[in-house]
């Protein structure tokens, strides 16, 4: 992906699912301050409103659509509708996500499909929407948002992690096969961010996930916004926001041996500090 200071120009139309909370919320601004027509789509419209009010306030023009990104045809729809209002789609950011971790012992099935759903397909959907079109103009980006979880394997993030991965693998993918068409790709790897969701998620999750993941302290939503404009003005395909989930990008092959010794470390502290007795060895194959 080439530097490209036009990747984003003012009147632009750019669409972010999950763009009512967190961290599609703070990039919407951040596209709006650059004086881009920002779309965004999720599922509450009382949260669409709030989020179009703040936004509107600070002066952008601002599109919404209540819409479940794992209902193919209501995404598709929502996204041509989006575009006969506010022009072509030139910067699309999947935001829109769900987070459940829990022991995979524990976690019902449902949950593995729903997360699949929410996070790749609701991903794929809003892809698939935008693509032929970028295409066919030559022109556009598209920004997945992933999770360090889709990096490395993390306790507690067999469902959440396999769909984050999944996200990655079709970023990586996407990428080749746009590029040559203009089309800038993108998948962003952020270490917890202090959003709704990470509250929410905390009633489910293990000691163990939180002592792996408080590796890295929670970002702001705002900086996090800022980091990823920064990366995107920078051209780059893969974007870390933390030290840590960078050398996990570029050198995770080659880390996974120590990484996984250092995980299944904290994972033994943090039973220890639960006072479990009860330590069950850590698998650690290598
Ligand atoms: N916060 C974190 O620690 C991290 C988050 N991420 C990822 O970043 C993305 C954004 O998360 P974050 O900003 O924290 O979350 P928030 O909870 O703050 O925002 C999530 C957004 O997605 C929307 N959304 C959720 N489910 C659906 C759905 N089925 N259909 C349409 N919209 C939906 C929500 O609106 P509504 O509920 O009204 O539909 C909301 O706008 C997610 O993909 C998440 O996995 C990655 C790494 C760390
Ligand atoms: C020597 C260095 C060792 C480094 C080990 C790994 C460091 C990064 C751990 C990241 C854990 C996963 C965070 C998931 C965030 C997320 O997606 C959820 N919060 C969503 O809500």
Same mark, same amino acid.
């Given at each position: 992906m080439a530097r490209d200071k036009n990747w984003v120009r003012p009147g632009d139309h750019v669409i972010v699912t999950?763009?009512?909370?967190?961290? =599609?919320?703070?990039?919407?601004?951040?596209?709006?301050?650059?004086?881009?027509?920002?779309?965004?789509?999720?599922?509450?419209?009382? !949260?669409?409103?709030?989020?179009?009010?703040?936004?509107?306030?600070?002066?952008?023009?601002?599109?919404?659509?209540?819409?479940?990104?794992?209902?193919?045809?209501?995404?598709? @729809?929502?996204?041509?509708?989006?575009?006969?209002?506010?022009?072509?789609?030139?910067?699309?950011?999947?935001?829109?996500?769900?987070?459940?971790?829990?022991?995979?012992?524990?976690?019902?099935?449902?949950?593995?499909?729903?997360?699949?759903?929410?996070?790749?397909?609701?991903?794929?959907? @809003?892809?698939?929407?935008?693509?032929?079109?970028?295409?066919?103009?030559?022109?556009?980006?598209?920004?997945?948002?992933?999770?360090?979880?889709?990096?490395? !394997?993390?306790?507690?993030?067999?469902?959440? =992690?396999?769909?984050?991965?999944?996200?990655? =693998?079709?970023t990586e993918a996407l990428r080749g096969e746009l590029v040559p068409h203009g089309v800038r790709v993108s998948c962003v790897f952020p270490p917890d961010v202090d959003t709704p969701q990470l509250a929410e998620e905390s009633q489910w999750k293990p000691a163990e996930t939180a002592a792996i993941a408080g590796i890295v302290k929670p970002l702001q939503p705002s900086t996090v916004a800022r980091g990823i404009m920064r990366r995107l003005d920078r051209g780059q395909p893969v974007i870390c926001l933390d030290g840590f989930s960078r050398a996990l990008a570029r050198w995770g092959g080659v880390l996974a041996p120590v990484l996984r010794r250092y995980m299944d470390g904290r994972v033994r502290a943090a039973r220890r500090g639960a006072g479990g007795a009860a330590v069950r060895t850590a698998a650690s194959a290598d």
């Open positions: 999950g763009g009512s909370s967190g961290i =599609g919320l703070a990039l919407a601004g951040e596209f709006a301050a650059r004086g881009a027509v920002v779309s965004l789509l999720a599922r509450r419209p009382t !949260g669409l409103a709030r989020a179009a009010e703040s936004l509107r306030a600070a002066g952008a023009t601002v599109h919404t659509r209540s819409v479940d990104v794992t209902d193919r045809d209501a995404v598709t @729809a929502a996204v041509e509708e989006l575009q006969e209002e506010a022009g072509p789609c030139a910067v699309l950011v999947t935001s829109a996500g769900q987070a459940r971790p829990g022991a995979f012992l524990e976690l019902p099935d449902d949950v593995f499909r729903t997360m699949m759903d929410v996070d790749y397909f609701g991903t794929l959907w @809003a892809v698939r929407a935008v693509a032929p079109g970028m295409t066919h103009r030559g022109r556009g980006t598209v920004v997945t948002i992933a999770s360090a979880a889709g990096l490395i !394997g993390v306790y507690g993030y067999t469902a959440y =992690g396999a769909a984050k991965f999944a996200v990655r =693998g079709l």
